[in-house]
């Protein structure tokens, strides 16, 4: 098991920043690749962004690349979502998740853990 917990979300103006936060704990998180995702109201949770175990490799999807980064901190427990030039387009509740399979997977039915989610809201 791993328990996921994401800060960091809020509100603010188009073309502002936020950091996103996922805290895990339980077992080894480098044992884990792992996720953004997000989902707006009326709509299906769509995937943003994920690093390998060990953070060599990212992918992102071409809605927020160039504005999002995603990054992880073994030592921490920690992945994080950069996100900048922020649009309207991004409002959602933003979802970490862990994925313990052999591949970094983009579909929100590959991951095994998922967080609680956190708001994040862009003004126009």
């Known amino acids: 098991q791993v328990q996921l917990v994401e800060s960091g979300g809020g509100l603010v103006q188009a073309g502002g920043s936020l950091r996103l936060s996922c805290a895990a704990s339980?077992?080894?998180?480098?044992?884990?690749?792992m996720g953004w995702f997000r989902q707006a109201p009326g709509k299906e949770r769509e995937f943003v962004a994920a690093?390998?175990?060990?953070?060599?490799?990212?992918y992102y999807a071409d809605a927020v690349k160039g504005r999002f980064t995603i990054s992880r901190d073994n030592a921490k427990n920690t992945v994080y979502l950069q996100m900048n030039s922020l649009r309207p387009e991004d409002t959602a509740v933003y979802y970490c998740?862990?994925?313990?399979?052999?591949?970094?997977?983009?579909?929100?039915?590959?991951?095994?853990?998922w967080g609680q989610g956190t708001q994040v809201s862009v003004s126009s």
């Open positions: 998740a862990a994925d313990k399979s052999m591949v970094v997977n983009q579909y929100p039915r590959e991951y095994d853990y």
């Open positions: 339980g077992r080894t998180f480098s044992s884990f690749h």
């Open positions: 690093i390998s175990r060990y953070g060599g490799s990212t």
